[in-house]
């Protein structure tokens, strides 16, 4: 059994969800949330700045479900609330806080998703959009640094 560990001190109750970005934390339920799954209509948040999913690297948000909150990339968070995390990600989160419900055997058979939620086409458009966005702040971070570059002054050596 994978007891649990890495907790928060103060934990949500049952019913509660919240989500965090840069902008503030939206406060919802398990209801909202597939609800949100279901539409795409999650609140317009982007990510914390410097925070990184503790699943791939990519910016993120908090997720605060029970006693837990895991840092999760807007295409993850998806992904947990729609109960279709993969294998490895179910595996890792498990690793991670121990077992918990929304990673139970309710959603998950030896990590594989049972009864996952379908994407809606508007999480598709939004998903696109987050990586298009991803790569526009790449550019503009190289194109920065490249200007940076450009514009310091050269030292020169005496001979």
């Known amino acids: 059994m994978n007891k649990p560990k890495n907790r ?8 509660e969800v919240e989500i965090e970005g840069a902008e503030g934390v939206c406060e919802t339920d398990p209801n909202g949330v597939a609800v949100m799954a279901v539409t795409g209509d999650y609140p317009k948040l982007s990510p914390i700045a410097d925070l990184k999913s503790e699943l791939s690297g990519k910016p993120a948000y908090y997720v605060r479900v029970d006693d ?3 840092a999760l990339s807007f295409e993850e968070m998806d992904r947990f609330f729609r109960h ?8 890792r989160l498990i690793e ?3 077992m918990f419900h929304e990673v139970h055997g309710d959603f998950y058979i030896e990590g594989e998703a049972w009864q996952p939620i379908k994407i809606s086409a508007e999480v ?3 998903k696109a959009y987050e990586k298009k966005a991803a790569a526009t702040k790449k550019i503009e971070q190289l194109l920065e640094n490249n200007l940076k570059k450009k514009s310091a002054p050269s030292k020169k050596t005496k001979m």
């Open 68 to 70: 837990i909150q895991m």
């Open 8 to 15: 928060q001190t103060q934990s949500l109750g049952i019913l």
């Open 124 to 126: 598709k458009q939004r």
């Open 96 to 98: 991670k806080y121990g």
């Open 84 to 91: 279709d995390l993969r294998k490895n990600e179910v595996e």
